[in-house]
C-alpha cells in the first residue's frame, strides 16, 4: 500500500462498465451504484488479452505500477493528476486475500482538450480565446509542477491527456512514461540522440545543451510493445536517461510538447487529424482560420517548438506569458491549494 493512495477499496465485480476510454488499454468509464460515473485504470482482461501473446503483460503491470506511485507522491496541486481514492480489486478463486486490480479516478465531466476540439470542429464553432488562454496557461502550469516540484517528466503531453472538470480547469492525465505521440513528441527524443551540458557559459543565458548522435550499437529501454508502433523512440526513451543527467533536456523536450498541444488547441486541430504523422518534423504548422489570435500568442507558441532545444524558453517564460495574457482577457480560475503546499503561480482567487 503506498501511503495517501486511496481511502477506500472496491470490488471489480461491482462496477458496470460501459466501454472503453479512447487511449490506453484498460481506461474504461464505469458505473459504481452511488449517482456518479468514474473511470477505471488497471490492467484488466482485455489489457491481459492484447498483450500476452508477445509476452509484454508483465510489463504492463510494472508500467502500472509505477504510474499509481508516481502520482501518488503528487501534492495537491493545479491542474496535475490527483492520487486515486479508490483501489481496485478482485480475489482469485480458491484464495482469501484480494489483489489490486485497478484505480478509479472521477469521471473527467468534459472529457480532454482534444475531444473538446473535436467536438469544436464538428460544431463549426470557434474555441473562445478566453478559454484557450485559460487553458494554454492551466497546460504550463501542470508541466511546471511536473518539472520543478515534482522533479520527473510525462513523456506524452498532448491535448487528449489534458481533461476538462466541471469547471472547466485542466488536469494532466496519463502518467505512464512509457510513450509519446508523434506529433507532439520533441525531434531529439526521436531515441538517436544524446544530450549533455556543456562547458560553454554565458551570464546573459543558461548554458547551452550539446546534443550528439548516438554512434553505438542498437539501445532498448522500452518494453516491447508492438502493438503501438516500430517507431524508434518507443525502443529508446531519452528521458529516462535525462532524468538523471541532464534534467533540463526533460524539460525542454516538452516545452516543445507543450508548444505543440498549444498549437493545436489554438488551430483547433483534432488528433484524429494527424494520425498518419510519423515525425513531428512532418507536421507543418500554420496558422489557417486563427485571425482571433494575437501576433504576441503565435510568436509564444511558435518559440517554444523551435526545432533546436537551446532555442526554447524555460517553463517560467511561457508562464509568466500566460500569467499577463490571462489577465487581459479575464482571468483564469484555479483550483484550491492544499495548506502548506508549494504555489505555482500568484494570480489571485
Known amino acids: ?26 481506461t ?120 520543478h516540484v515534482a522533479n520527473t517528466y510525462h513523456m506524452n503531453v498532448t491535448p487528449a491527456n489534458f481533461v476538462i472538470d466541471s469547471s472547466k480547469d485542466l488536469t494532466l492525465v496519463d502518467w505512464e512514461q512509457d510513450y509519446a505521440a508523434p506529433y507532439t513528441a520533441a525531434p531529439e527524443v526521436d531515441g538517436t540522440w544524446n544530450a549533455a551540458v556543456t562547458s560553454i557559459y554565458s551570464p546573459s543565458t543558461p548554458t547551452p545543451l550539446q546534443y550528439t548522435k548516438h554512434r553505438g550499437p542498437s539501445r532498448r529501454n522500452m518494453i516491447n510493445t508492438h502493438h503501438r508502433g516500430n517507431k524508434q523512440w518507443m525502443e529508446w526513451n531519452p528521458f529516462k536517461q535525462w532524468h538523471w543527467n541532464c534534467p533540463r533536456a526533460c524539460e525542454l523536450a516538452e516545452v516543445f510538447s507543450l508548444g505543440r498541444s498549444m498549437w493545436m488547441l489554438l488551430r483547433q486541430v483534432s488528433e484524429l487529424d494527424l494520425v498518419d504523422v510519423d515525425s513531428p518534423l512532418e507536421l507543418q504548422i500554420d496558422w489557417q482560420s486563427c485571425d482571433n489570435i494575437p501576433s504576441g500568442i503565435k510568436r509564444m507558441v511558435e518559440s517554444c517548438m523551435a526545432k533546436d532545444p537551446n532555442e526554447r524558453p524555460n517553463l517560467q517564460r511561457p508562464q509568466v506569458f500566460w500569467k499577463l495574457m490571462a489577465k487581459d482577457v479575464g482571468g483564469v480560475a484555479r483550483r484550491p491549494e492544499r495548506k502548506g503546499q508549494r504555489s505555482m503561480d500568484t494570480t489571485s482567487q
Open 28 to 147: 474504461t468509464l464505469v458505473d459504481r451504484g452511488i449517482g456518479k460515473l468514474s473511470v477505471f485504470k488497471g490492467i484488466d482482461f482485455r489489457t491481459f488479452l492484447h498483450t500476452y501473446e508477445n509476452g509484454v503483460i508483465q510489463s504492463e503491470v510494472e508500467v502500472f505500477k509505477r504510474a499509481a506511485e508516481l502520482v501518488a507522491g503528487f501534492g495537491k496541486s493545479v491542474c496535475v493528476q490527483q492520487p486515486p481514492q479508490t483501489l481496485v480489486t478482485v480475489t482469485k478463486p480458491g484464495t482469501v486475500y484480494p489483489v489490486v486490480y485497478g484505480v478509479l479516478f472521477p469521471d473527467w465531466e468534459h472529457g480532454s482538450v482534444d475531444r473538446f476540439i473535436e467536438n469544436a470542429n464538428l460544431a463549426g464553432v470557434r474555441i473562445p480565446i478566453r478559454t484557450e488562454v485559460k487553458w494554454c496557461y492551466q497546460m504550463t502550469l501542470a508541466l511546471l509542477y511536473t518539472h
Open 1 to 26: 500500500m503506498l501511503p495517501g493512495l486511496a481511502k477506500e477499496v472496491a470490488d471489480f465485480s461491482s462496477l458496470e462498465r460501459f466501454g472503453r476510454i479512447r487511449s490506453r488499454h484498460g
